[in-house]
């Protein structure tokens, strides 16, 4: 059974607690938040004082995607805030912060994740993956929601899963970025166990419906 994970970029910021308890209670178990800093991508959203805050009022699984610059400068303040997954960008710092950082979120006690951009390939992560406990590819370029799922991304997901098999094969494989529930059949048969979903979940007008047909 795969695993759905409503992006709160495209919930109600005014009322975020309400959208928190109602994704729940249509049967969510992970809640994805991007954090994204102006500079690694062209947006602004949330800081880690947000995750904190969210931390308090719900008890589902955080799966924290950093988009953002030399990310190990505020791991620290992510997995302190209650991120249970946090997830960083290969492109966004060097080998050896990369390294570094992965390995300081575990010694933290939070589930490292790393992530490839749509022009990065598999090849990129393949040094990392023994070392984290999910693996995401982007299925848009990052920075926003609503934009067009990129089935070309399949055969890397399909090569990751591969991978993960021979060298993790308890990791999982999360897709984000034009997901919904067409494109979500695709990415499952090509190995992903955990789907994204913004604009699709929260412009769904039955999301209890919605999660369940993803999870199947
Ligand atoms: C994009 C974000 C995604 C975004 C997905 O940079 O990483 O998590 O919220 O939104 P949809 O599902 O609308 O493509
Ligand atoms: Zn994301």
């Not at 759905?4 to 928190?20: F, G, Q, T, W």
């Not at 990369?98 to 790393?114: C, D, E, F, N």
Request: charged content about 20%.
């Amino acid at each position: 059974m795969a695993i759905v994970a409503p992006s709160i970029l495209s919930a109600d910021y005014m009322n975020m607690e309400r959208d928190l308890t109602m994704t729940k209670e249509m049967g969510v178990k992970w809640l994805h938040v991007d954090i994204m800093d102006g500079i690694f991508v062209p947006n602004i959203t949330f800081g880690y004082g947000f995750v904190k805050a969210m931390r308090k009022v719900t008890d589902l699984t955080l799966d924290v995607h950093l988009m953002i610059d030399r990310p190990i400068r505020y791991v620290q303040q992510f997995c302190d805030a209650g991120a249970d997954y946090l997830t960083i960008h290969v492109e966004s710092d060097t080998p050896e912060n990369t390294l570094a950082a992965l390995q300081k979120i575990r010694s933290l006690g939070v589930k490292p994740g790393i992530v490839v951009k749509p022009n990065t390939p598999a090849e990129a992560i393949e040094s990392y993956l023994p070392l984290v406990d999910l693996v995401l590819v982007m299925t848009v370029e990052p920075g926003f929601g609503g934009q067009k799922f990129m089935a070309h991304m399949m055969p890397k997901l399909s090569q990751l899963r591969q991978m993960l098999d021979k060298f993790n094969p308890s990791c999982h494989l999360e897709v984000d970025g034009g997901v919904d529930l067409v494109t979500a059949k695709t990415c499952k048969e090509n190995g992903a166990d955990v789907l994204v979903a913004g604009s699709a979940f929260f412009g769904s007008a039955d999301k209890a419906a919605f999660t369940r047909s993803l999870e199947a």
